[in-house]
């Protein structure tokens, strides 16, 4: 089981690594469910990253309370344990977002009043509450929880400064085993293509350290035409590109020298271990996943931690 906290502000874009933590696991054999408090859902952005041949392994519920939210993922949990008892089918549940819905007493006093009050506490409240419940509940199973949450700027009061601060408390941080920040650092704007650069600092990870910080390209273009004669939308994050990035990174090439000799001079990448000359920073991320032997000297390097997040371990 894990829990994944995504937080950011706006455009961010938080909403889209959640559907591409849901288009590993679908890649994996599994399933998703998509719980959608915004009301905002881009169904073609979805499919573009997802996969427009897997709308059928992903449910999507709207809900309109944060009770009701929780329902939804207290339902489906019940329902994997029902219908997959041999646990062998790994299992996203998404939340988008935590902030996208209010209480039940809320929405009522609403109604009753014309208005609202400062009650959001109570929200974030219930929140840390469920997810202190739920870490207990997911115990064994191939299940992840992953949810979005806004970034705000607050007055420090010590001073003018501002601070980012998000909703839900600090039990989230508690029971998420990883807490990744995003911010968009630029648009892209290619010739074939377009996108944005995206920062991910992981503020505490269960794989290894945390405060680690990475650049990864998020990129789309329209290539293909449906029965409607619009465009199809296909999205992709370079996680290779973003491997290349990071070897170079000075802030890590000293801990890591004894096992990459990846440089890049001019955005181009070589690495004589590879067999790779100038190559762009996607190709070389590639050739780095796709040697095993290169992979394992540079976890053990960064210290992280092989875990094996989707599959079922059974006994002989």
């Known amino acids: 089981m894990k829990i994944i906290g995504l937080a950011g502000k706006p455009a961010s874009c938080k909403s889209a690594d959640l559907f591409d933590i849901m288009r590993m696991c679908i890649h994996a054999g599994g399933i998703a469910h998509l719980i959608e408090t915004e009301h905002k859902l881009n169904m073609h952005f979805l499919n573009s990253i997802i996969g427009h041949n897997n709308k059928e392994r992903i449910r999507i519920d709207m809900a309109e309370t944060v009770q009701e939210a929780q329902d939804f993922i207290t339902d489906a949990i019940n329902y994997y344990k029902d219908n997959c008892p041999d646990r062998d089918m790994p299992f996203v549940i998404g939340v988008d977002s935590l902030a996208g819905a209010t209480t039940v007493d809320i929405k009522e006093d609403i109604k009753k009043e014309g208005h609202a009050s400062k009650a959001y506490p109570e929200a974030a409240l219930l929140w840390s509450n469920y997810f202190k419940a739920l870490s207990s509940d997911l115990i064994g199973l191939p299940v992840i929880i992953v949810f979005t949450n806004h970034l705000k700027d607050k007055i420090d009061s010590k001073g003018p ?102 440089t890049c001079n ?25 040697n095993k032997e290169y992979m394992k000297d540079l976890q053990k390097a960064c210290g992280f931690r092989n875990w094996q997040v989707f599959g079922n371990e059974k006994s002989d």
């Open 161 to 262: 400064a501002k601070v980012n601060t998000k909703s839900g408390g600090i039990s989230q941080d508690f029971h998420a085993a990883q807490y990744i920040y995003m911010s968009k650092i630029k648009d892209i704007e290619l010739v074939s293509r377009e996108g944005k650069l995206i920062s991910m600092k992981v503020q505490k990870c269960g794989l290894g350290p945390a405060n680690r910080k990475i650049e990864v390209p998020v990129l789309w273009d329209f290539d293909k035409i449906d029965k409607s004669d619009n465009p199809v939308q296909n999205t992709k994050w370079d996680w290779h590109a973003a491997t290349a990035r990071l070897l170079v990174n000075k802030k890590l090439v000293n801990r890591i020298a004894n096992v990459s000799d990846v």
């Open 266 to 290: 001019a955005n181009r990448y070589s690495s004589k271990r590879l067999g790779l000359i100038r190559v762009d920073d996607t190709k070389l991320g590639e050739a780095v996943f796709n």
